[in-house]
């Protein structure tokens, strides 16, 4: 089935919202220490972005869409996100972290976008 343009982004915009919706519910204190520009944050970003481009680039070649492409490589890196901070609270003992998740979610976008060439 063919999408267009609006609805991948719409959709994108969606799952965005909710995975911050999700981090913002899960977070129980203000944690100081997780601050928004630390160097783990970065790391988030790249890393998030080099997966995503991969899995996008991997969904186009298969045949996709170019934004639904975008779509699926944003869509598991940041389901893959969530589950990586969800381990982190359950097994470390550290707070599920809401900035992690918004810049796994930037960087997810980005990688989606460029691996698909969707813009």
């Not at 100081?32 to 969904?59: E, P, Q, R």
């Not at 976008?109 to 460029?114: D, E, S, V």
Request: glycine share 8%.
């Amino acid at each position: 089935m063919k999408h267009d343009i609006s609805s991948a982004f719409f959709t994108l915009f969606l799952v965005l919202l909710l995975a911050i919706l999700h981090g913002c519910a899960a977070q129980q204190k203000n944690n100081a220490a997780d601050d928004w520009f630390a160097k783990d944050k970065y790391a988030h970003f790249l890393l998030t972005t080099a997966v995503s481009a991969a899995i996008a680039k991997a969904a186009k070649d298969d045949g996709r869409e170019n934004c639904d492409a975008a779509l699926i490589g944003f869509s598991v890196t940041l389901t893959l996100g969530a589950a990586k901070e969800s381990y982190d609270k359950r097994k470390k003992g550290t707070l599920y972290s809401y900035p992690d998740m918004v810049w796994n979610a930037a960087g997810s976008a980005a990688g989606g976008l460029l691996g698909s060439n969707c813009l």
